[in-house]
């Protein structure tokens, strides 16, 4: 089956450290996202790739990095500059054109709990 | 910039009674795309309906319609025969019409509760 997975699932880490949440598609889809999830906010973009080796920084981009040497993974790194790393994390991908009304799909999402 | 405003952060409803949720946005663009999401306790987003801004039509997917004022620069989401599945928080979103903007710009959701 076709789809978006992100692991894992749950996901703890001491203050100070690097972390990398992982999400692959098998959609064959050009553009990637990462939106985090936070309680009372809607879904906020952290970054966004249309292309393999590019990316762009989303609303929110401080103390995350990403990369995209594959057409089908986006992992997301929260670093320890993230002042509020805890949040829930969801990747998403679509195809990519204009004029056409692409949904996005997206992942089963990540839990990040930092303490 | 592009925003999206959901002014009901809870609602309820009756299994089997409607229930219209609301969605207001702000853009200068005459050309672009609504959605809405659903959530679940899963946590898994689900794409419910999507409305393209240059039709007149309201789009409609089975028990799920929209109500799209475009003047108004309103989208409201109405659930028919409501169901115990449909309890979940409720996302609007719009995204701009060019290829370049793909990201979605969301609101903070509609928790909906459904009683039996």
């Known amino acids: 089956d076709g789809g978006i997975t992100q692991s894992p699932k749950y996901l703890f880490r001491k203050e100070g450290q690097n972390v990398t949440l992982s999400c692959e598609q098998n959609l064959n889809h050009d553009a990637m996202y990462w939106y985090r999830q936070d309680p009372g906010q809607g879904l906020r973009l952290i970054y966004y790739?249309?292309?393999?080796?590019?990316?762009q920084k989303g609303d929110i981009a401080e103390g995350y990095s990403v990369s995209r040497e594959k057409k089908e993974s986006f992992p997301l790194t929260v670093t320890s500059a993230q002042k509020n790393p805890t949040a829930f994390y969801l990747c998403?991908?679509?195809?990519?054109?204009?004029?056409?009304?692409?949904?996005?799909?997206f992942g089963p999402g990540t839990r990040l709990t930092v303490t | 910039a592009q925003t999206v405003t959901q002014s009901q952060p809870e609602m309820s409803v009756q299994e089997a009674e409607t229930v219209t949720l609301s969605c207001t946005y702000d853009?200068?663009?005459?050309?672009?795309?609504l959605f809405w999401y659903k959530q679940p306790p899963s946590r898994q987003m689900i794409l419910v309906i999507r409305q393209e801004a240059y039709k007149q039509q309201n789009a409609t997917e089975n028990r799920f319609s929209v109500n799209f004022q475009k003047a108004a620069k309103s989208f409201s989401l109405k659930i028919s025969d409501s169901q115990l599945g449909d309890a979940a928080m409720y996302f609007c979103?719009?995204?701009?019409?060019?290829?370049?903007?793909?990201?979605?710009?969301f609101g903070k959701g509609t928790k909906l509760s459904v009683k039996p």
């Open positions: 998403a991908s679509s195809i990519v054109g204009t004029g056409v009304p692409y949904e996005q799909y």
């Open positions: 790739s249309q292309i393999v080796n590019d990316f």
């Open positions: 979103a719009y995204r701009a019409y060019g290829g370049s903007q793909g990201n979605l710009i």
């Open positions: 853009t200068s663009e005459s050309d672009y795309y």
